[in-house]
């Protein structure tokens, strides 16, 4: 269905209400509108701390009788008014003092907060404005913290996005929602089965699809940071720390995921240390570049640094064979963004894993031998199929680069 810009689509309907002579109140047709299908699988929805609101519809109107413009009164052969003079007009006709305003094809479009729970959005040549369409939002659990609109016009797309921010679960959890027009009309968009994102008539609820951590603008379109998935085990805590995040871009009458931080983890054979190593030479308060064995002295600390201590050939050989021994110096080392990580797991072999499952293995905060992958259920790492723990290792194999550590990888051996 091809759409018409939103401002054409006003001119030609003022054009036609001339005509035919009705008069100032009178309504013109609404736009389609429609409900999202009731069998459409959430990309991802944050769980509430509160009991679900009422779900109520949106109304999206083509064309409205516009107030007077107070700011920029028309006038044969003036300029068009600039996107900082549309904005002045649009924050006068309406009292709300921050409006979002953007540039469309044939003039303007913005978005208003009225009476904190409703987002009015707005189409206009900068002077004068019609609402094309009414939103009921969440109500705010908090009043100290206000609602704010902020609004852009994405690659490939006619009309504006706008992206609505504020406190709206006591637990942090659902903050953003994102509005924007396609072809079923203004709305909200909400995750499909297919995987995009498309407008919807339906308001925001707790709980349900639509309401998300973060959303932001980025340079390709939309940024959405999410809570867990359907059957998440891990606190909040955890959740909000490492949220699934996703990218999208306009692709007709939707949005289209382009990226994901969900990692899906590799198995990789059991990582046996040899029999013996070489200690370096110590040259300052890093290892030197180069693969080296190691014994690390606790997990990733509040910077990220794992205290560890070379191992040589030793005279003595452990239980599982290993004749290392440590040397005298210890280090403090990082891991670099991009490292490489593999784990043993508790049914053989090693496997990959992301930073911060390294952290959550090997933090401070995990006293236990192993972790339930169970724990991270839902979350932005995947584990291959059949594995359903990660084992705490001492010694590892680490490479080291400039300083840190560019891959560490931990052997099951004691």
């Given at each position: 269905?091809?759409?018409?810009?939103?401002?054409?689509?006003?001119?030609?309907?003022?054009?036609?209400?001339?005509?035919?002579?009705?008069?100032?109140?009178?309504?013109?047709?609404?736009?389609?509108t429609a409900t999202a299908p009731s069998s459409v699988t959430p990309t991802a929805a944050p769980t509430p701390s509160g009991s679900s609101s009422t779900s109520a519809t949106h109304t999206s109107t083509a064309t409205r009788t516009a107030r007077p413009s107070s700011s920029h009164p028309s006038a044969p052969g003036r300029p068009a008014p600039t996107l900082s003079q549309a904005r002045a007009d649009l924050a006068a006709d309406t009292g709300y003092r921050t409006p979002a305003v953007v540039p469309v094809?044939?003039?303007?479009?913005?978005?208003?907060?009225?009476?904190?729970?409703?987002?009015?959005?707005?189409?206009?040549?900068?002077?004068?404005?019609?609402?094309?369409?009414?939103?009921?939002?969440?109500?705010?659990?908090?009043?100290?913290?206000?609602?704010?609109?902020?609004?852009?016009?994405?690659?490939?797309?006619?009309?504006?996005?706008f992206i609505v921010r504020g406190p709206f679960t006591g637990d942090g959890t659902g903050q953003a929602l994102a509005y924007g027009r396609g072809d079923t009309g203004w709305g909200?968009?909400?995750?499909?089965?297919?995987?995009?994102?498309?407008?919807?008539?339906?308001?925001?609820?707790?709980?349900?699809?639509?309401?998300?951590?973060?959303?932001?603008?980025?340079?390709?379109?939309?940024?959405?940071?999410?809570?867990?998935?359907?059957?998440?085990?891990?606190?909040?805590?955890?959740?909000?720390?490492?949220?699934?995040?996703?990218?999208?871009?306009?692709?007709?009458?939707?949005?289209?995921?382009?990226g994901t931080n969900i990692v899906q983890g590799k198995r990789l054979p059991e990582h046996r240390m040899p029999q013996q190593a070489t200690a370096p030479k110590r040259t300052g308060r890093s290892l030197p570049d180069g693969t080296w064995q190691v014994v690390t002295l606790g997990g990733p600390g509040e910077f990220g640094l794992i205290p560890m201590a070379a191992l040589r050939t030793g005279p003595d050989c452990s239980q599982s064979g290993l004749c290392l021994e440590r040397t005298d110096g210890e280090y403090e080392m990082a891991l670099t963004d991009t490292a490489s990580i593999s784990v043993p797991t508790g049914q053989g072999g090693n496997v990959t894993i992301p930073h911060w499952v390294h952290r959550q293995v090997y933090g401070p905060t995990q006293p236990n031998e192993t972790i339930d992958l169970a724990q991270l259920k839902g979350g932005p790492y995947q584990a291959p199929s059949g594995i359903t723990s990660l084992t705490r290792g001492r010694y590892a194999t680490v490479t080291v680069s400039g300083g840190k550590v560019t891959a560490i990888t931990y052997s099951g051996q004691s």
């Amino acid at each position: 269905m091809k759409r018409t810009p939103m401002i054409a689509l006003l001119a030609a309907t003022a054009a036609t209400i001339a005509v035919s002579g009705c008069n100032n109140e009178t309504m013109g047709t609404p736009e389609p509108t429609a409900t999202a299908p009731s069998s459409v699988t959430p990309t991802a929805a944050p769980t509430p701390s509160g009991s679900s609101s009422t779900s109520a519809t949106h109304t999206s109107t083509a064309t409205r009788t516009a107030r007077p413009s107070s700011s920029h009164p028309s006038a044969p052969g003036r300029p068009a008014p600039t996107l900082s003079q549309a904005r002045a007009d649009l924050a006068a006709d309406t009292g709300y003092r921050t409006p979002a305003v953007v540039p469309v094809d044939g003039g303007y479009q913005g978005a208003t907060i009225e009476k904190q729970h409703t987002l009015v959005i707005w189409a206009g040549d900068g002077e004068t404005w019609e609402p094309v369409f009414t939103g009921k939002l969440l109500a705010p659990v908090s009043d100290d913290e206000p609602i704010t609109v902020e609004g852009r016009k994405l690659a490939g797309d006619l009309d504006g996005t706008f992206i609505v921010r504020g406190p709206f679960t006591g637990d942090g959890t659902g903050q953003a929602l994102a509005y924007g027009r396609g072809d079923t009309g203004w709305g909200l968009y909400v995750a499909q089965a297919d995987g995009s994102l498309k407008t919807t008539s339906k308001a925001p609820a707790l709980g349900q699809n639509g309401l998300e951590l973060h959303i932001e603008f980025n340079a390709g379109g939309l940024r959405t940071l999410s809570m867990w998935g359907p059957g998440a085990q891990a606190a909040f805590a955890m959740q909000t720390r490492n949220p699934i995040e996703r990218t999208w871009k306009r692709v007709g009458d939707g949005l289209q995921l382009t990226g994901t931080n969900i990692v899906q983890g590799k198995r990789l054979p059991e990582h046996r240390m040899p029999q013996q190593a070489t200690a370096p030479k110590r040259t300052g308060r890093s290892l030197p570049d180069g693969t080296w064995q190691v014994v690390t002295l606790g997990g990733p600390g509040e910077f990220g640094l794992i205290p560890m201590a070379a191992l040589r050939t030793g005279p003595d050989c452990s239980q599982s064979g290993l004749c290392l021994e440590r040397t005298d110096g210890e280090y403090e080392m990082a891991l670099t963004d991009t490292a490489s990580i593999s784990v043993p797991t508790g049914q053989g072999g090693n496997v990959t894993i992301p930073h911060w499952v390294h952290r959550q293995v090997y933090g401070p905060t995990q006293p236990n031998e192993t972790i339930d992958l169970a724990q991270l259920k839902g979350g932005p790492y995947q584990a291959p199929s059949g594995i359903t723990s990660l084992t705490r290792g001492r010694y590892a194999t680490v490479t080291v680069s400039g300083g840190k550590v560019t891959a560490i990888t931990y052997s099951g051996q004691s």
